[in-house]
Each structure stands twice: as C-alpha cells, then as structure tokens.
C-alpha cells in the first residue's frame, strides 16, 4: 500500500522565521510528487516535483526532491501570517488498475504568529 | 486558470436520506474526476476516480452501492451518497484533471468541496 507521511505534524513559529516541511514517501511506480496548501476549503496547487535535485521555487516558497531517499522538503523564508495553512505532500503513481492515483499525507498545520 | 465548482458547498440532511453532490469543470473538457473525503484534522482520502463515460474505480474499503458515481459528461461529475448515516459525515472534495494536459506534467484542479451532516 502507498504511504506518504509529513513531518511535523503541526508547527509554531514567529513572523520572519524560516520553516522547513517533511515529506517522506513509500509507493509503487512513482511519477511525481506535489506539495499543496490547504486553508479553510480546497487545497491549492505549490509545486509538482518529478526529477531529484532539481530545486523549485516560488517567491519565497521552494521545494527539492530525492528520489533515491525517497522524501522532499518545502521550504518557506520570510514566513508571514498568510502563510499559516495545512501543507499536504501528495505521490502520484499508477494504480493498480492502470490510472493515475493521488496519495495524500496527513498534512502539517502550520501557524505563523504574528 | 481551470476552475472546478462544487454544489451544494454545504447540506445537511436526515439519516436514511440520499445527497448527491455536484462537481463541474467549468473552463475545461476533464476525462476524469476524482472524488475524495476528508474527515476532521485527516488528511484526503482517495474515494474513487470517475472517467467520462465508464463505471467509476473506487478504493478499497469505498462501498460503490453507498457513495454512487456518475461522470455522464466531460464536465459534470455526481456523487451520491445513499441512505447516509452520521458516520458519512465530512467534507467531500472533487478534483478534475485536464483533458489536454500531456506527458508527465500532471495536475489536479480542486472543487471548492462539499460539508456534509448527516443527523
């Protein structure tokens, strides 16, 4: 059965601090792996990492993969209050039936204290 | 952007009653819908995926005679959820992917997602 499991599970930090979010993953025929925030409704598309060593970033937003260790950080400098949110790490790989299939992790709430 | 829509966002409803929930795509052709649950402090969880036009694939452990799936055309997906009990309450969350979206570059769009309450 595929896992993904997030460290930390839930996360305080001060305005301005840096924080650096865990993803580790154990799944069958691997494609790709998607960092998602999710406030109060649906989660919204960060990053699709499909390629190890390979850094994306998005203003103050990034994230890398390593697929021979099996995990991705995200990393987030400068954190501001609008940043505080639930963080899901999602693998995508083939189903056994031969589709596409989304497998999420348990998230880390992160809250950012003014 | 592509945008996915969801009715009703929040319903609810008697034990022993039936909700359909809607799940549109409203500036894309979406081959196939994907519909998940999320329960308090969860994470998602994987229901069934729907493709247009054949029977829905639904997870181990997802009753397909409860949680009915029907992807009738490329932009509409309904979830119906029979005889609801309390334990069905959650949040309901469908997701449509992009018809001409290739190669490995994959992407799901999210529906704003549903509340269900079931007393």
């Known amino acids: 059965e595929d896992k993904v499991v997030q460290s930390p599970l839930s996360l305080v930090v001060h305005e301005g601090d840096t924080v650096t979010l865990n993803c580790s993953y154990e799944?069958?025929?691997?494609?790709?792996l998607l960092w998602y925030k999710q406030e109060k409704k649906a989660p919204t598309f960060l990053f699709m990492l499909t390629s190890s060593g390979i850094e994306k970033k998005s203003g103050r937003l990034s994230s890398i993969l390593d697929k021979k260790e099996l995990f991705s950080i995200l990393n987030i400098t400068a954190t501001q209050t609008g940043d505080s949110a639930i963080y899901l790490c999602?693998?995508?790989?083939?189903?056994?039936?031969?589709?596409?299939?989304?497998?999420f992790g348990t998230g880390t709430r992160l809250t950012i204290i003014p | 952007g592509a945008v996915v829509s969801q009715h009703p966002s929040w319903v609810i409803c008697k034990s022993g009653t039936s909700v359909k929930i809607e799940c549109r795509s409203l500036?894309?052709?979406?081959?196939?819908m994907f519909w998940y649950r999320q329960f308090p402090k969860q994470s998602l969880m994987l229901m069934a995926t729907?493709?247009?036009?054949?029977?829905?694939?639904?997870e181990q452990g997802v009753e397909k005679d409860k949680f009915l799936i029907n992807h009738a055309s490329l932009t509409l997906s309904t979830l119906t959820v029979t005889s609801a009990h309390p334990e069905d309450s959650s949040f309901y969350i469908c997701?449509?992917?992009?018809?001409?979206?290739?190669?490995?570059?994959?992407?799901?769009?999210f529906g704003p997602g549903t509340r269900l309450t079931v007393t």
């Open positions: 500036d894309f052709q979406a081959t196939t």
């Open positions: 999602a693998v995508e790989a083939i189903s056994n039936f031969g589709n596409e299939k989304l497998t």
């Open positions: 729907s493709n247009e036009g054949s029977k829905a694939t639904y």
């Open positions: 799944v069958t025929n691997f494609r790709s």
């Open positions: 997701s449509a992917r992009d018809l001409f979206r290739t190669g490995v570059a994959y992407e799901q769009y």
